[in-house]
């Protein structure tokens, strides 16, 4: 095949993918959380509540897009924006299948790394052209637990690239043929997940928005579309960090058996359930506690974690 | 750590047991006899009404959304001339019941109302008044009470001794 349409046709399938699935997960979340809870979920619109997503879809597109008058308009309406392109980049560098990536860059670990930390500024961006003291007090909070969250989740995955030796995911993949990495980087794995977590801005670690505290926090003052762009860039980042997931520590698409694209779809909608699993049980912590979980605990973990792994394979070297 | 792992294991475990929900439409769930819902007004066993229209449900009904206007047949009995309920407004507190002195006024298990226009929710007295005696069988006001009326007389009620002749006291 002729490798420029080729590439189209895998980049059409990458926007287009994720996108239909994040708003599939919005269905998905609301049923095992139903189910976890002992509920229905939603069961009414279509089999299964299936056509619940479409309803709500065309509930919000025409929903009043509403700019207070207060906000900083332009940086209001770029905010949410930035966190769905910043999102979507990342997907560029995601191996789903031998060969089936938009980029497979030599720095890809590091272009994944560096999005979901510009995809912070959507958040303060919104917090702060809101103007209004709730939305400005979540962007404060999202900042804060960005910077703390992001140094250990880098750290968290250079033992994996020490093993490995390359930061081109395809690569990492490959170097699990034998053994997957959550084994010998167990504590990397944990580690990355918390801050994935964090990073998604997912219950336990939802403070930005804190329903209970700061009415809905960065976006309080969105309607319409531009609020459905927090949530999907929310449900995308979910997916987002599951396949991250997979490709570093589960071996991404290697498997027996059934097709590479089958075992990467089984394994990251597995750690997908996983974090609504843990939206379902686990209480929001403190901010205090939040923060110095972050400093005082997470990153010194990751640090000996990356002083180990970096002594082994060192010692190990022939 | 550990109590964080047996939680989210609980969790996990909720995914096999049985769902409280009650899907409504389909499954009704039951509701006693005496749930506060839909208002009626009742009759008494020989089929009139029971409604003496003393206004004390109007009275006690904390958002005031009774209105009724007493009147009287020829035999005397009060009755209302038109008796409203705004259910839009009613509270279903069930004070008007508490405060009817004749069992007239009766709350029922019913609580399927929903309307598209507001207006359909004012209930005039042809749509409160059912035909049988509700929850109190048996019950007829005008045979316990002293009042006197077209077809009984003084002393003449239940339960009631005949008046008593005051000449025949005289000395
Ligand atoms: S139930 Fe309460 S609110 Fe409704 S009519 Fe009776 S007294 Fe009024
Ligand atoms: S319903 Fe009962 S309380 Fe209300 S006016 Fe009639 S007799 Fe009186």
Redesign the interface.
Known sequence: MNPIVKSLIILFLVIFIPLNVAAGLIWLERRLL???????GPNRVGPFGLLQVLADMIKIFFKEDWIPPFADKPVFVIAPAVIMVTVLMSYTVVPWAPGATVADMNIGLLFFLAMSSLGVYSIVLAGWASASKYSLLGGLRASAQMLSYEVFMGLSLMGTVLLAGSFRLSDIVAAQRHMWFVIPQFLGFILFLIAGLAETRRLPFDLPEAESELVAGFHSEYSGMKFGMFFVGEYLGVILISAMITVLFFGGWQGPWLPPIVWFVVKTLFFICLFI??R???PRPRFDQLMSWGWKIMLPLALLNLLVTGAVVLAARP | MLSILRTLWNIFLHAFQRRETVQYPEEKPYLPPRHKGRIILTRDPDGGERCVACYLCAVACPVACISLQATEDETGRRYPEFFRINFSRCIFCGYCEEACPTYAIQLTPDFEMAEYHRQNLVYEKEDLLMSGPGKRPGYNFWRVSGVKIGGKDKGEAENEAPPVDLHSLLP
């Open positions: 139903a189910l976890w809870q002992d509920r229905y699993l843990l379902a049980a686990l």
